[in-house]
């Protein structure tokens, strides 16, 4: 990129190409002069922003949760309508699988980071850990109107939820098969919960 040449949203920027190398060359090779490279700018442009490559790396991290963490906290607002198992396919996907990818291949390599996001964003308000909270509560609202059945275990199928997007978003494929598979395992993780309780 030419010098002198503005750059709206540097951060995100920053963020996408750091995203890019952890994809690429995976989260052990991140260096600043990686992201600046893959970003076309500077190297100096990462320390006119953060205090240092640390201090990027927890800001991405910070960031990126709070993404994720978004899309979850909207099925509050779907209870009772449209189909359970497409609300909570919706809600985990309003963060496209291959964008959390790199977030979370960064997140088993440097578990430090998580302690930055925490102390942003607050404990279990985040991330991975929302996402199982937010869908617990869902189901939890959704059995008290008879949508999910009786018997149902919300923390559990919640967990089993998490679990399945966590093994999706750190194999090597995050295109439209992995989402597919994603609501297919859903599907039959709500429907299956509703033949199996005792009636």
């Known amino acids: 990129m030419p010098r002198g040449v503005a750059i709206p949203e540097i951060r995100q920027h920053l963020f996408s190409a750091v995203e890019r190398v952890i994809v690429r060359d995976g989260p052990g090779r991140l260096s600043g002069r990686a992201v600046t490279g893959e970003a076309g700018v500077a190297t100096g442009l990462l320390h006119a922003h953060f205090t240092d490559l640390d201090d990027f790396l927890a800001s991405y991290a910070v960031d990126r949760s709070f993404l994720v963490s978004a899309g979850a906290s909207a099925l509050s607002g779907r209870v009772g309508e449209g189909s359970v198992a497409a609300n909570l396919c919706e809600a985990v996907l309003a963060t496209p699988l291959?964008?959390?990818r790199p977030w979370a291949r960064l997140l088993v390599a440097r578990p430090d980071l998580t302690g930055s996001v925490r102390a942003v964003l607050g404990e279990g308000t985040a991330g991975f850990d929302a996402?199982?909270?937010a869908v617990a509560a869902y189901l939890t609202a959704e059995r008290r109107l008879?949508?999910?059945a009786a018997?149902?275990?919300p923390e559990a199928l919640a967990l089993a939820l998490v679990g399945v997007v966590h093994?999706?978003?750190?194999s090597a494929d995050t295109g439209p098969d992995a989402a597919q598979r994603l609501r297919a395992t859903v599907t039959a993780l709500i429907d299956g919960s509703a033949a199996t309780a005792p009636r």
Do not use: N, P
Not at 167 to 170: E, F, S
């Open 98 to 100: 291959d964008s959390v």
């Open 131 to 133: 996402v199982e909270r």
């Open 146 to 148: 008879g949508r999910v």
């Open 151 to 153: 018997g149902t275990d």
């Open 167 to 170: 093994h999706l978003v750190l």
